[in-house]
């Protein structure tokens, strides 16, 4: 074995140790949750449920209707969806809604000047009545308890912020089953990295936070250049604040807000690339620290097996923490996909893995230099 293979054993030795080491923590973090328990007392919190939608016509109608039919009392819901420069049917679909419900506290505001999703939120926020604040996107599914869940953590705890568990459904091809899976892992590492205190991500789709706090870290002002990252901006910002104590992940099936998977690859990529943007902008440790270990091993995984064409040594050893990934992933996957109901999803686990590996290492590096297409608009 020569001395640039025992090199690249040694990084990749490396890199490994730190990942597991990483998902380990996320992982028994994700165990440490417990569902809270239901308080007896009625709740007492105005909550405004914020939905910026642009070209929603297909989505926003059975949103807004899962809002019609939660067991939380509806003179404690205000309901605002801001319509972001809409080019379709979005606003009648809303209308339509809003008429067939006259005595439900709608609000329909138009965003004014700036466009994009933060924009829409600042702006609601400013006229919004509720203490608490949540959020979700048009094209959600809100199961009934989804507000009661939610203000019922709130009102028992000290949080400033909780994120919400959101799954995919109606997979109905091997693509929407890979992102189903995948984007499990994802909800579970945000889960579990809140869960030790040392959060990196959560979810816009299932977000509440109180409006004081929004107000207090000044909102999106000083990221307000980045379309993406309303939510981890905003977490991050919280964090800082009021400390890790303040954030926390919400473990009740009673809360799971549910979206769709992209219909196709170029839609996928779109989406990823737009995510992982922001990255540009992190300046939080803990977030920095595992967005490089995360991508640098697997980085360092996949340009091994690409160097085993020329020393085949190396595909041994690729092969070797491969599998190792693949033991040190399963347990959160396991745990959140009982969670959510979708222990099938865990038959394509192992594709999955394989496929991670390579999409990880050319996103990584694609999300930082190339421009996207988010709601028909083009983001350099």
């Not at 004014?112 to 829409?120: H, L, Q, W, Y």
């Not at 990295?193 to 004081?212: Q, R, V, W």
């Not at 959160?332 to 109901?341: E, R």
Request: contains cysteine.
């Amino acid at each position: 074995m020569n001395s640039f293979v025992l090199i690249i054993v040694a990084f990749l030795f490396s890199f490994f140790i730190a990942y597991g080491i990483l998902i380990g923590f996320y992982t028994i973090g994700w165990y440490l949750l417990k569902q809270p328990a239901r308080s007896k007392r009625k709740p007492v919190s105005r909550v405004s449920v914020l939905i910026p939608a642009r070209n929603e016509e297909a989505n926003i109608a059975a949103c807004l209707k899962d809002l019609m039919h939660q067991d939380f009392p509806s003179e404690l819901i205000e309901i605002i969806v801001i319509n972001d420069h809409s080019e379709d049917d979005t606003l009648e679909k809303i209308s339509e809604v809003v008429t067939d419900y006259p005595d439900r506290q709608i609000q329909v505001v138009q965003l004014r000047g700036k466009s994009g999703k933060k924009a829409a939120i600042t702006q609601a926020i400013s006229t919004a009545s509720g203490q608490l604040i949540l959020t979700t996107d048009a094209d959600c599914r809100l199961p009934e308890g989804w507000i009661s869940s939610m203000v019922n953590h709130y009102e028992q705890s000290d949080s400033k912020m909780i994120s919400g568990p959101v799954v995919f459904h109606q997979e109905n091809s091997l693509f929407k089953k890979f992102q189903s899976l995948e984007f499990l892992s994802l909800i579970a590492s945000g889960a579990g990295s809140i869960s030790i205190k040392a959060p990196i991500m959560c979810n816009g789709a299932n977000l509440a936070y109180e409006k004081k706090a929004f107000e207090a870290v000044s909102g999106y002002a000083s990221d307000a250049g980045f379309v993406s990252g309303d939510d981890v901006f905003l977490l991050l910002k919280i964090k800082k604040q009021y400390g890790s104590d303040s954030v926390h992940f919400l473990k009740d099936k009673n809360a799971i807000v549910k979206t769709h998977a992209k219909q196709n690859l170029k839609e996928f990529l779109q989406q990823r690339i737009r995510w992982i943007s922001k990255s540009r902008a992190y300046t939080n440790l803990a977030i920095v620290q595992a967005s490089l270990i995360i991508y640098l091993f697997n980085y360092m995984l996949f340009a091994t097996a690409l160097l085993g064409i020329w020393f085949p040594d190396l595909l041994m050893f690729a092969l070797i923490f491969l599998i190792a990934k693949i033991i040190i992933d399963f347990p959160i996957l396991l745990g959140i996909s009982s969670f959510a109901k979708k222990q099938k999803l865990l038959w394509f686990y192992l594709a999955l893995q394989i496929i991670y590996v390579i999409y990880v290492s050319l996103i990584g590096f694609a999300g930082n230099f190339l421009g996207f297409n988010w709601k028909g608009r083009k983001v350099k």
